[in-house]
């Protein structure tokens, strides 16, 4: 079974710093899909970026980038510029991109981003 | 909808009692998805729908926990007997097919006393 790890159960950063979140996982697949989601007080999770692993090249979405290391098994998530906005739970998830349960979401525990004025 | 909606927002029951929470999925969505957040966790899956039918519930946790999904829109968990350990947040989510990315409503607080 996929299993998902994130080791650091909070962050904080100052406004407009940049700040790394860290998540490793698990799997015997070579294909699937890595998600970084965040969840505000709203509790909505809001997807904020995705990566596929046939793709070498990192994805990237304004003002976040993550760090995709295949061989590793790790899929960090960078916050430029942080904004008071981005304070959050940020959730890692890894999905299977065929086969039987390629519909499951697989979610670490998360990491809570405070963000300093 | 614009995106999925979820009711009630917050319930209370009391230990022992039936609950049931309602998942009303972006329109057109076939495959609908509800998970599990205890407090301090990461969501956990519960089921999935494809259209009318529940093509996996391996993760509900037992037998007092069911869903329904007759006219393959709006879904209903249903919980009986509750039990303190069942309160957590109770999240929906659709996507257009199983492949696509899954949106996710705001949740149920479920807090059994």
């Known amino acids: 079974a996929q299993t998902v790890t994130q080791s650091q159960p909070e962050m904080s950063v100052q406004e407009a710093e940049t700040v790394t979140l860290s998540c490793t996982y698990d799997t015997s697949e070579s294909d699937y899909y890595l998600f970084w989601y965040k969840q505000p007080p709203s509790r909505q999770m809001i997807l904020v970026i995705r990566q596929e692993a046939y793709k070498q090249q990192n994805a990237t979405e304004n003002r976040f980038s993550v760090n995709f290391q295949k061989a590793a098994k790790s899929f960090s998530l960078k916050i430029s510029d942080s904004q008071l906005g981005d304070a959050a739970m940020y959730f890692c998830?890894?999905?299977?991109?065929?086969?039987?349960?390629?519909?499951?979401?697989?979610f670490g525990k998360g990491t809570l981003l405070t963000v300093n004025p | 909808g614009a995106g999925v909606s979820q009711t009630p927002s917050n319930k209370v029951t009391e230990k022992g009692k039936y609950v049931e929470l309602r998942c009303d999925p972006i329109?057109?969505?076939?495959?609908l998805y509800w998970y599990r957040q205890s407090l301090g966790q990461g969501p956990e899956f519960l089921i999935y729908?494809?259209?009318?039918?529940?093509?996996?519930d391996s993760g509900l946790p037992n037998d007092r926990f069911f869903a329904v999904r007759p006219e393959g829109s709006v879904s209903t968990l249903k919980i009986q007997r509750t039990e303190r350990g069942d309160s957590a947040v109770y999240l929906c989510?659709?996507?257009?097919?199983?492949?696509?990315?899954?949106?996710f409503g705001q949740g149920t607080r479920l807090t059994v006393v």
């Open positions: 329109s057109g969505h076939t495959a």
């Open positions: 729908f494809q259209g009318t039918g529940a093509a996996d």
């Open positions: 989510a659709s996507s257009e097919n199983r492949n696509t990315e899954a949106f």
């Open positions: 998830a890894y999905r299977d991109s065929s086969g039987g349960s390629n519909y499951k979401l697989t």
